[in-house]
Nanobody, 123 residues
């Protein structure tokens, strides 16, 4: 059974930082492209970032480029998202997710997601 368990969310001030973690199990993590997606209050699910199987290629939505860093540790089946210079609009529930076959790298939906971790940016 595929399991994705996110952690690390919380309350941060604008300009602050958080680091999200995702523990993966039940599938060949090291052979899987992975992503982070988020859903803000009253908004649709939004793609945030994708990382390839080895961690050598990463992709970001424009609004987080230069502020967020996706990474992975295949030996420990862990996915990470380091978030710096947080903004009010970064508030939402963050999910790590797999891809279904054939999905574009910047898909927000499909695949399997964890239960999510709440990130709130507030002064």
């Amino acid at each position: 059974e595929v399991q994705l368990v996110e952690s690390g969310g919380g309350l941060a001030q604008p300009g602050g930082s958080l680091r999200l973690s995702c523990a993966a199990s039940g599938f060949p993590f090291g052979q899987s492209v992975m992503r982070w997606v988020r859903q803000g209050p009253g908004k649709e699910l939004e793609w945030v970032s994708t990382i390839d199987k080895t961690g050598s290629d990463t992709f970001y939505t424009d609004s987080v480029q230069g502020r967020f860093t996706i990474s992975r540790n295949n030996a420990e089946n862990m996915l990470y998202l380091a978030m710096n210079d947080l903004k009010f609009e970064d508030t939402g529930v963050y999910y790590c997710a797999t891809f279904s076959n054939g999905q574009p790298f910047n898909s927000a939906t499909g695949g399997i997601r964890g239960q999510g971790t709440q990130v709130t940016v507030s002064s």
